[in-house]
């Protein structure tokens, strides 16, 4: 008996863009394969809310059928509160009510449930995309498997894509900022505090080129964390994640020294299961690759960036969109034409977000913020 043919687009990564193109393609009847590191759904690798935007993020959804299922788990009453070190609140920004927040973990589970689940295929974390001398693709899996004859493969594996490479010899530069993040769960002495100043949204106190912040999720706890500029291996010299007592002292002396108790209250009452993020963003220099046959980038593979214009998912979501209306358009026989069209937009959208990101990564770690943010805010709306 021969072996099944590969279906013709293989999509590494089960992210917000690999599943939201799986989607789409699904909605095409277009035959794929998804390869996950992931054993199953169930894992999120980065917690949190994400709002999604009108224009990007919920025209994803709309398009993939999902914008009902979406309504159903998101939440609309999600004001950001934008704070000074004494708890004075600058700003509110209660307008995002075309914004809706929905939990990382849900929005991830949505989309699983549009597609078959044959179509994802767990535990496979792929090592290494190839151009075999047929023309075709070939994935080759961290076990050492490899499976060929892909027309396209989609790299929708994130910061670390392993499909980059092809594209570009660029990798994502360390920004020197980082988030360590814990939480806060209901029955916390500290929960009751929160509740007011965050609610359903988010909470931020901004100062000295660092800030705390409060996020609500779903499930009723507060993602707390603290941004702050470490060095990139700041961790395996310190060594101080594993230790919850060390490092929330560590917070406090060196971060915190003089901030009032109701802000140092966050930290001291933080629960164990602290995690670091260090941020990186791409050079936007390297959007610049010519088209190649047999490979595009969707997300954060494209254009991985800094999380300060809250719009990685959005952005994600949004490039696979056009990523599958161009398939649709030129249809399998023509996918270099589709894939080359593609890029024509996501290209520059990508450079726009990076410099956009980097833009408010300045202000939110700025001496005078969260003040001097505003200040720039009103020099916009007034030019
Ligand atoms: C701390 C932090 C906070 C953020 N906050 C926000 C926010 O509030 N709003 C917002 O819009 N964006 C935010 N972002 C950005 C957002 O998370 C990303 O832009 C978005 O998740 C990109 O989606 P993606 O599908 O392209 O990639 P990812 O979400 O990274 O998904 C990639 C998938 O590929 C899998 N994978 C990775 N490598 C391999 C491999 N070798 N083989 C197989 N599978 C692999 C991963 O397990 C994952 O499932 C934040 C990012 C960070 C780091």
Redesign the pocket.
């Known amino acids: 008996m021969s072996p099944m043919p590969a279906p013709p687009i293989a999509i ?7 599943l939201m193109l799986g989607r789409l393609l699904e909605r095409q009847q277009i035959d794929y394969i998804i ?4 054993v199953d759904g169930s894992v999120v ?2 917690g ?4 999604i935007h009108k224009d990007s993020g919920q025209l994803a959804l709309e398009q993939a059928g999902l914008i009902e299922e979406f309504r159903k788990h998101a939440r609309v009453d999600c004001v950001t509160k934008l704070a000074d070190k004494h708890g004075n609140v600058a700003m509110s920004l209660e307008q995002q009510s075309d914004r809706p927040e929905i939990d990382r973990k849900v929005l991830r589970q949505l989309l699983l449930e549009s597609i078959p689940e044959h179509r994802v295929q767990w535990n ?4 290494k995309v190839a151009k075999e001398d047929d023309g075709l693709m070939s994935v080759q899996l961290s076990n050492g498997t490899v499976q060929s004859g892909f027309k396209l493969v989609v790299g ?7 499909a980059r490479s092809l594209v570009t010899a660029a990798t994502p530069e360390y920004s020197g900022k980082c ?1 360590l ?1 814990t939480h806060i769960h209901p029955g916390n002495p500290q929960y009751s505090a929160l509740e007011p100043l965050a609610g359903h949204g988010s909470y931020m106190a901004l100062a000295e080129e660092k800030f705390l912040f409060a996020q609500y999720i779903g499930d009723g706890s507060y993602a707390i964390g603290f941004g702050l500029y470490l060095p990139e291996h700041w961790n395996e010299e310190k060594r101080l994640l594993d230790d919850h007592e060390a490092l929330k002292q560590w917070i406090l002396d060196t971060q915190m020294a003089g901030w009032p108790e109701m802000h140092t209250n966050f930290i001291k009452h933080t629960e164990p299961g602290w995690r670091r ?1 260090p ?1 990186y963003a791409l050079p936007t220099e390297a959007l610049s690759w010519k088209t190649l046959p047999g490979v595009a980038l ?4 494209a254009h ?1 960036t800094t ?1 300060f214009q ?7 979501m949004h490039d696979s969109v056009e990523l599958a209306q161009q398939i649709a358009k030129y249809g399998l026989e023509n996918l270099e034409q589709a894939v080359s069209e593609y890029e024509k937009s996501m290209l520059p959208r990508g450079i726009d977000l990076i410099t956009r990101s980097a833009e408010s990564g300045k202000f939110l770690f700025a001496p005078d913020a969260p003040y001097g943010w505003m200040k720039n805010i009103a020099g916009q709306h007034d030019s």
Request: charged letters at 20%; aromatic letters at 8%.
């Open positions: 590494l990564g089960a992210g917000p863009s690999g390869f996950e590191r992931d690798n980065q949190g809310s994400l709002d496979s974390k792929v090592a929708a594996d994130g910061a670390w894509s392993k988030y993040t993020w941020l969707v997300g954060d593979a991985v999380p809250g719009e990685g998912v959005n952005c994600a």
